[in-house]
């Protein structure tokens, strides 16, 4: 019988999926160490990372959440969550048509369970990739919250750790790559001008939201290349 480890693509896939596991276990940590350093109770991040498993989503609402705001942290929430729609639609096939499969199937659906699943072109390969990604990221969150936890407990401040900028890290350095195109880099520092500018002004996690008014950069019109000839001219 073919196992995993019989081909090189199988090996590949299960180093991959051992990599984002380890890096997994180290945001969760992140997560469940600023939770408790926020002061929620023991068992929010645990519920958060059992029930919700959203990643991002977790980091804002706990922040927003302690912030006294709990109307932006749902609202945040399902903003950043909405690219799970065409995600959804995407690996709908893979998932299966059962309804337990679709159930448990779509709430271990991630960007990175979306990617390493897309990437592949059998369809059967790509089923086994779903639920091998899923499940592995899934246990690892799980493992890095339970951590982050005792951790938060036994430090108290996860800033002492700098477990605070573990994910903002992570976070850029996921989108660095993407900052490449012109028209994604415009809306991203858009954005972020937006977000940082109102900081000060509005209600905690209000900015969050005020920074989706840098997708409105997409319609500026692109800048007009310069000549050659007029570059030429100049440098000589």
Known sequence: MRTLRRTPADRRLLRDAAAIAAAMIAVGASFGAIA??????????????????????????????????????????????????????????????????????????????????????????????????GVTLFTSWNVGTLLGVLLGGATGDPATLGLDAAFPAGLIALILPSLRDRVTRRVALSGAAIAVLLTPVIPAGLPVLCALLGLAAVFLPPRPLRPLRSIRRKES
């Open 36 to 133: 408790i350093g926020y002061g929620l109770p023991t068992w929010v991040p645990f519920a958060m990372s059992t029930l919700v498993f959203a990643g991002g989503a977790q980091f804002l609402a706990v922040g927003l959440i302690a912030a006294g705001n709990p109307v932006a942290a749902v609202l945040a929430g399902l903003l950043l969550n909405a690219r799970h729609l065409p995600f959804g639609l995407n690996v709908a096939p893979v998932i299966g048509p059962r309804r337990r499969d679709r159930l448990i199937g779509s709430h271990l659906m991630t960007d990175e369970v979306v990617a390493f699943t897309l990437r592949e072109d059998d369809p059967a390969h790509r089923r086994r990739v779903y639920w091998l990604i």
